[in-house]
């Protein structure tokens, strides 16, 4: 399993945890006592997911097949792109959002191929508790285990809308929200050259992967 970032190797959904460890919060909120089952639910359904096809040895291209309508199931895409650019969202012209849109899913689908694509011994542990965060947000609390025993934690914000609970964000070493490294990333690169350069950071970075 390999840690692919953003725009700098190693800054990505997994590789964030290392350094997450000096910034993690001296004190998390409780967790509530009972279950929630509902909310739980699709972490449990990309946990299946991702190690269904780490098992498989799948190539790239089959991995992101395998793992696009896992994710989709799992995550609020368009509600993670939204927060990930900012509050000039609203102000983008509809075809600018279906565009960056389809390339955000594309780099999504592509970032998690990349860093889950061996089995090597890994399980999964999902807490059953939740705690809120206001807003009709929960956290649910994931390990990612190693045959060595360490352990990397990767907590998934949820939302309840819809189509049921979703992930909006994830929190690496339950701390570093991976919607906020994207949104000061993006910043950047609509500042300097709007959507298009947006656009263009996102597919390179697909390509790359895929070529890694």
Do not use: C
Not at 119 to 127: A, D, L, M
């Amino acid at each position: 399993m390999r840690h692919e970032p953003f725009l700098t190797r190693r800054r990505g959904l997994l590789g964030l945890a290392a350094a997450a460890t000096a910034l993690q919060m001296a004190k998390q909120p409780a967790w509530a006592d009972a279950p929630s089952p509902a909310a739980t639910a699709p972490v449990q359904r990309l946990t299946d997911g991702l190690l269904r096809v780490m098992k498989q040895n799948l190539p790239f291209e089959q991995r992101v097949s395998a793992l696009a309508p896992v994710i989709d199931q799992t995550f609020d895409l368009d509600a993670v792109l939204a927060a990930s650019v900012g509050l000039s969202w609203p102000n983008l012209p509809a075809d600018q959002k279906t565009a960056l849109g389809a390339a955000f899913r594309r780099y999504t689908f592509a970032s998690y191929a990349s860093s889950f694509d061996k089995f090597n011994g890994q399980r999964f542990e999902i807490s059953p508790n939740v705690r809120s965060v206001g807003n009709g947000e929960v956290v649910v609390q994931s390990k990612i285990v190693p045959a060595d025993g360490s352990g990397t934690q990767l907590d998934y914000v949820m939302r309840d809308g819809p189509s049921g609970w979703k992930a909006v964000d994830v929190l690496a070493a339950g701390a570093i929200s991976r919607v906020a490294v994207q949104r000061s990333d993006f910043r950047s690169l609509l500042a300097s050259g709007g959507v298009p350069a947006l656009m263009t950071a996102l597919l390179r970075k697909v390509a790359n992967l895929q070529a890694a």
